[in-house]
């Protein structure tokens, strides 16, 4: 593990090849699994906040199940969760030409909400276990996520360059410096081995 400010790294945060492949995926991390997405305490108040201004981007089923569950619902860990339609797809995505896509997101990116998605959602596939002195940051293998791996070997990006912007978001820029010199560092050893 890697000290990087209060988070410890796992090396494949450095390693690990990854880009998001939409055209090959769909978005599939936003249908596939057992639960919703991760969400943190402070996170809760903001979707509290911005429900009502994202109700014109999401889907009847979408809303339904948020009216239903409400906003977000512990999963079988007691942990924060966004709630899932019919168990399956999460009530926030909407649908575009056969793709997921957050609808969080689409509100955002169209000027509605000032809130981009889950930081969950936008640090994937790191995963991240908080502890009262630091966080954990590992890199989580989905078989869904097979074809970012691929792309990500082809363009040559760690995971942690292509979430440059989402660690910035939750570590900060000072972070993200330190992490590119940490991975130059490994690169070096790596070409002296």
């Known amino acids: 593990m890697i000290a990087i400010g209060s988070t410890l790294c796992s090396e494949e945060v450095f390693a690990h090849a990854f880009v998001c492949d939409l055209g090959k995926c769909q978005g599939a991390c ?5 639960a919703g997405a991760p969400l943190r305490e402070e996170e809760l108040l ?8 994202l109700e014109p981007f999401l889907r009847p089923e979408g ?10 619902v512990r999963d079988s860990d007691g942990e924060w969760v966004t709630p899932l339609v019919a168990g399956k797809e999460c009530a926030y995505v909407v649908f575009k030409g056969g793709t997921s896509f957050c609808g969080i997101e689409t509100a955002h990116r169209a000027g509605v909400v000032d809130w981009p998605k889950p930081l969950s959602c936008h640090l994937y596939p790191i995963r991240v ?4 002195a ?10 869904v996520c097979e074809p970012a791996c691929s792309l ?7 995971v942690f360059r292509f979430l440059k912007n989402s660690l910035i978001r939750a570590y900060g820029t000072e972070w993200y410096e330190e992490a590119e010199q940490v991975h130059e560092a490994l690169e070096q050893e790596r070409s002296r081995a």
């Open 129 to 132: 276990t908080s502890y009262k």
């Open 63 to 72: 809303l339904a199940a948020l009216a239903e569950q409400g906003n977000y």
């Open 134 to 143: 630091y966080d954990a940051l590992n890199v989580d293998h989905w078989k």
């Open 152 to 158: 990500g070997k082809a363009l040559n990006v760690p």
């Open 46 to 53: 903001v979707l509290d906040r911005i429900r009502p201004a």
């Open 30 to 34: 936003c249908v596939e699994g057992d």
